[in-house]
């Protein structure tokens, strides 16, 4: 399996509800960054965070790190329609400038 | 606010044609990247640069070549197009040193026919 796999690979929730995506890794990494992309568009980043912090918070969003897992989860809060878009994981191999992204969790927020 | 445009957002060329995919950046980074994305594979890393005139294989280079003449332009570069790089492209920038966030632009779907 690819580095950055994110689970589950298809998610429909409730307007009002919280979204939870996993993204496991293999390599020791610097960062892990997660992204959102609306269909047909480019990636827009969301949110980064250190291989020394645990968790992160940014609006509705909470993101988490175990390395020791090797693992990393992006919570959305209260979801909205507008929330509905690929998310996708990534990880930046110790300097090589080398990106490695997972194949992304498709979210569906219904009105 | 960063901006980061490619050239053309459909694309469709023939087998055998030379294809450009042009990317502009407004920042002065010096990282520019170009990936393909496929259903089911994410994106794959194809070429980067950290300067001009510079460039780095990434995965997935075969059949693909680039250029970076100035540094706010990179260009990916289909030689013989074929069906198989039937796909979306995405160009992304970052900062020099940083191994932060990348900034992408909307992308380029190309068929090739």
């Known amino acids: 399996s690819q580095q950055g796999e994110e689970d589950p690979q298809a998610l429909s929730i409730q307007e009002g509800e919280n979204a939870t995506m996993n993204c496991s890794y293999k390599?020791?990494?610097?960062?892990l960054q997660w992204y959102r992309q609306n269909s047909g568009r480019g990636l827009v980043h969301l949110i980064l965070?250190?291989?020394?912090?645990r968790e992160k918070h940014s609006g509705r969003l909470r993101v988490t790190l175990d390395t020791s897992k090797k693992s990393s989860s992006l919570l959305i809060t209260a979801s909205r329609a507008a929330d509905t878009a690929s998310y996708f994981c990534?990880?930046?191999?110790?300097?090589?400038?080398?990106?490695?992204f997972g194949t992304g969790t498709r979210l569906k927020v219904l009105a | 606010d960063v901006k980061v445009t490619q050239s053309s957002r459909y694309l469709v060329k023939r087998t055998g044609e030379k294809v450009f995919l042009e990317c502009v950046q407004d920042?002065?980074?010096?990282?520019m990247f170009w990936y393909r994305q496929d259903p089911g594979l994410g994106l794959r890393l194809i070429y980067f640069?950290?300067?001009?005139?510079?460039?780095e294989k990434g995965d997935i280079p075969e059949g693909y070549s680039v250029s970076r003449e100035k540094k706010e332009r990179f260009s990916l570069i289909l030689e013989s197009a074929s069906t198989n790089q039937t796909s979306m492209y995405l160009c992304?920038?970052?900062?020099?040193?940083?191994?932060?966030?990348?900034?992408f632009g909307p992308g380029t779907r190309l068929t090739v026919l």
């Open positions: 990534a990880t930046e191999l110790g300097g090589t400038y080398k990106y490695i």
């Open positions: 390599t020791s990494i610097n960062n």
């Open positions: 965070i250190r291989s020394n912090e």
């Open positions: 920042m002065d980074h010096e990282n």
């Open positions: 640069s950290y300067d001009v005139k510079m460039k």
């Open positions: 992304a920038i970052n900062l020099a040193g940083s191994t932060d966030t990348q900034y």
